[in-house]
Every structure is written in structure tokens, then in C-alpha cells.
């Protein structure tokens, strides 16, 4: 069998034919997200491929920061995904969690900017197979909180898709 390493993922074996889906931990910006890669039995995964996967993510920063402009130009749209993200978390929000998650005392407190703080990214799944969504963001408000997410994809060039989307 051929391995290849990755600086991400280590030591990944090339068995092809076989589905494959390797996690990895990462540290962005002080917070640990996970990154699953995720290879399909008729992907054409090789060491090319695998340090292409490497390469994307140095980018990963950028790529987030993106996705954190688009969701604040879409909290100020009527009926956009992370507008009703943010109105359904704030409905149901108990005391408690004002302090917790967002770091604010009083619901008034709450504002767009807040809650963009309180918003991390947590996963990133990888699909080398599918250049479209080479990328799959998650950002949450914390699993202690809540298990939904906002998603995010992205192309094999970093090129994030217009539509954000709500999903448990």
C-alpha cells in the first residue's frame, strides 16, 4: 500500500477502492475545530491530491473570514438563513446562556455583532472528490448549547457558495 503524509491528517494510507473518512484535529485562531477528510472509493486520491488538501487549508483562515462577512451582510436580510439562526436562538434563550454563549447580561445586549462573536467555526468537512463543495463549514454556538449549524461550502479554488444554510 502507498502512504502518503499529510500535515494535517499525518500518515494516510492510498487504499483505493475504499471509502475513507480521517479526522484530524486543527487550531484556528485559538479555538480547536475538527476537520474530517473524506475520500469516496471512486475518488482519484493521490499524493497530488492529499497535498492539494494541505495546501487549501493554509488558506483556511480567509476562507472563514469570508463566510463571517457573509453571514453579517445576511443578518441585515429579511428571512435569510442566519437571520432565523439567530431569532430562533435568542427566542429560546434562557438567562443563563445570555452570560455563557454570548457574554452579555440583558437579551437587549444581543446584536448582530455579538452574536457574530459568539458564532465559531467547529467542523470542516473536506470532499477532494467534489470540487464544488471542497469545502463544508459548520459554525455553531456551542454543542453545549445547541446542535444546530450554519453551513457554509466552499470550491476546490475557495470560492464560497452565496447560500448559507441552517441545518441540524
Do not use: C
Not at 453571514?71 to 438563513?81: D, F
Not at 454570548?102 to 467547529?122: I, P
Request: net charge negative; charged share 25%.
Amino acid at each position: 500500500m502507498n502512504k502518503v503524509a499529510s500535515q494535517h491528517f499525518g500518515e494516510i494510507e492510498l487504499n483505493h477502492g475504499r471509502d475513507h473518512n480521517i479526522a484530524a484535529r486543527h487550531e484556528l485562531a485559538g479555538q480547536t475545530l475538527e476537520l474530517d477528510l473524506n475520500i469516496n472509493a471512486h475518488d482519484h486520491f493521490d499524493e497530488a491530491a492529499m497535498h492539494k488538501v494541505d495546501y487549501r487549508l493554509r488558506f483556511l483562515p480567509e476562507l472563514v473570514d469570508e463566510v463571517r462577512d457573509m453571514i453579517a451582510i445576511e443578518l441585515e436580510q429579511e428571512g435569510t438563513s442566519p437571520q432565523e439562526y439567530l431569532r430562533f436562538h435568542s427566542n429560546a434563550l434562557k438567562q443563563e446562556h445570555l452570560q455563557k454563549v454570548f457574554g452579555v447580561s440583558d437579551k437587549s445586549e444581543l446584536t448582530n455583532a455579538v452574536f457574530l462573536k459568539a458564532l465559531k467555526l467547529g467542523h470542516v468537512g473536506i470532499y477532494p472528490g467534489q470540487p464544488e463543495r471542497y469545502f463544508v463549514l459548520d459554525f455553531t454556538l456551542g454543542q453545549h448549547f445547541t446542535d444546530e449549524v450554519l453551513v457554509a461550502s466552499a470550491d476546490e479554488d475557495g470560492v464560497v457558495d452565496d447560500e448559507i444554510v441552517w441545518e441540524s
